[in-house]
């Protein structure tokens, strides 16, 4: 793999800075709250798995609105999730979505949620709409994602491209699209449009499994709700918020596979003491080191 050598490695020391801390004076609607439009028929796993990850993360509220069988087991699952639209601060569109097999209501509602110029981030069965998105946009493709994304009529690109310097691609993705760009992989890159340039390596390779991609859109999506205000007066905000995602994702992955196979669940479940070690002060004022 061919890769140039200007690509920041995101570690605990950046992160720490992009979790949001509440505050005696904060409730639940100044934290942020985030709308999440995933799940489909074929999918409703991956609706509950993103809400997981994004109620892990910490977050005011999460606001999902989804087909009625991905609802149902969100709830089942976290009681604490609202089902009714209303206010939201930031976007999580398209895990476990089929661009194939959406519905004209479906894409209708996914295309006002891009125009409504509010942090979004945009996995899977969304990518296809992102021209529609008029706010901070972070897109989430794995390699043949990505290949869809760039590819042109008479100009394939292909996931074996991506694969031989996933970096490079992702750069150019970001410069192309004009939105931050997380490529997931075993090392993760995010570039934004602006030529920032963030790599997450670490994640143990047990990572790759069934609905992993799904958690990392709701870590990522709880942090742009908690963010909306700065992502607005910071253009450097959404890449370092997206690398901060995906740090927490491979830290949680380390720490709940502890050496053996997990579940995307488990990754999930793994957040809140990911997040704790990340902001413990050490002994001596020096901030304790998370491992992966
Ligand atoms: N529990 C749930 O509800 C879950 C729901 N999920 C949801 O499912 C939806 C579809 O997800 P998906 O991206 O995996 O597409 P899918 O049609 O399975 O693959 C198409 C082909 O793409 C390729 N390919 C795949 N990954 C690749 C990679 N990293 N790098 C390169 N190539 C890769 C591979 O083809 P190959 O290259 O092997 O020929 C594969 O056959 C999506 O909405 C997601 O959110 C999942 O999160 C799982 C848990
Ligand atoms: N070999 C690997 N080592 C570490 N992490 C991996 C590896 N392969 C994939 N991952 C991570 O697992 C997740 C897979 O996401 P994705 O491809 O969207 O799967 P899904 O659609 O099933 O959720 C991504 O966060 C990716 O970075």
């Given at each position: 793999?061919?890769?140039?050598?200007?690509?920041?490695?995101?570690?605990?020391?950046?992160?720490?800075?992009?979790?949001?801390?509440?505050?005696?004076?904060?409730?639940?609607?100044?934290?942020?709250?985030?709308?999440?439009?995933?799940?489909?028929?074929?999918?409703?796993?991956?609706?509950?798995?993103?809400?997981?990850?994004?109620?892990?993360?910490?977050?005011?509220?999460?606001?999902?609105?989804?087909?009625?069988?991905?609802?149902?087991?969100?709830?089942?699952?976290?009681?604490?999730?609202?089902?009714?639209?209303?206010?939201?601060?930031?976007?999580?569109?398209?895990?476990?979505?089929?661009?194939?097999?959406?519905?004209?209501?479906?894409?209708?509602?996914?295309?006002?949620?891009?125009?409504?110029?509010?942090?979004?981030?945009?996995?899977?069965?969304?990518?296809?709409?992102?021209?529609?998105?008029?706010?901070?946009?972070?897109?989430?493709?794995?390699?043949?994602?990505?290949?869809?994304?760039?590819?042109?009529?008479?100009?394939?690109?292909?996931?074996?491209?991506?694969?031989?310097?996933?970096?490079?691609?992702?750069?150019?993705?970001?410069?192309?699209?004009?939105?931050?760009?997380?490529?997931?992989?075993?090392?993760?890159?995010?570039?934004?449009?602006?030529?920032?340039?963030?790599?997450?390596?670490?994640?143990?390779?047990?990572?790759?499994?069934?609905?992993?991609?799904?958690?990392?859109?709701g870590i990522?999506?709880?942090?742009?709700?908690?963010?909306?205000?700065?992502?607005?007066?910071?253009?450097?905000?959404?890449?370092?918020?997206?690398?901060?995602?995906a740090l927490?994702?491979?830290?949680?992955?380390?720490?709940?596979?502890?050496?053996?196979?997990?579940?995307?669940?488990?990754?999930?479940?793994?957040?809140?003491?990911?997040?704790?070690?990340?902001?413990?002060?050490?002994?001596?004022?020096?901030?304790?080191?998370?491992?992966?």
């Amino acid at each position: 793999m061919s890769e140039p050598r200007d690509w920041l490695e995101w570690d605990e020391r950046h992160a720490r800075a992009w979790i949001d801390v509440p505050q005696p004076v904060d409730d639940k609607y100044s934290r942020g709250v985030l709308g999440v439009r995933t799940g489909s028929r074929q999918y409703p796993g991956a609706a509950v798995l993103g809400v997981e990850a994004a109620a892990r993360t910490g977050v005011g509220m999460v606001r999902y609105l989804g087909p009625r069988r991905a609802s149902n087991l969100v709830l089942q699952r976290r009681p604490e999730v609202v089902t009714v639209p209303g206010r939201v601060e930031a976007w999580l569109l398209g895990s476990g979505m089929d661009a194939a097999a959406r519905d004209d209501g479906t894409a209708t509602a996914l295309v006002e949620a891009l125009a409504a110029g509010l942090p979004t981030v945009c996995d899977a069965g969304v990518l296809d709409l992102i021209a529609h998105a008029t706010g901070p946009t972070v897109v989430t493709p794995h390699f043949r994602e990505l290949a869809g994304l760039l590819s042109r009529p008479g100009k394939p690109v292909t996931a074996a491209q991506i694969a031989v310097s996933p970096g490079e691609w992702a750069g150019r993705a970001a410069t192309e699209l004009g939105v931050t760009v997380l490529l997931k992989g075993a090392t993760t890159f995010v570039a934004s449009p602006g030529g920032v340039r963030l790599r997450v390596t670490g994640a143990p390779a047990w990572l790759a499994t069934a609905g992993s991609g799904d958690v990392l859109a709701g870590i990522l999506g709880a942090l742009l709700a908690t963010h909306s205000a700065t992502i607005d007066t910071d253009a450097d905000a959404l890449v370092a918020l997206a690398a901060t995602a995906a740090l927490v994702h491979a830290l949680a992955a380390g720490r709940a596979s502890n050496g053996g196979p997990i579940t995307a669940l488990d990754v999930a479940g793994a957040v809140p003491a990911t997040i704790a070690a990340l902001l413990a002060p050490a002994p001596g004022g020096r901030r304790a080191a998370t491992t992966v």
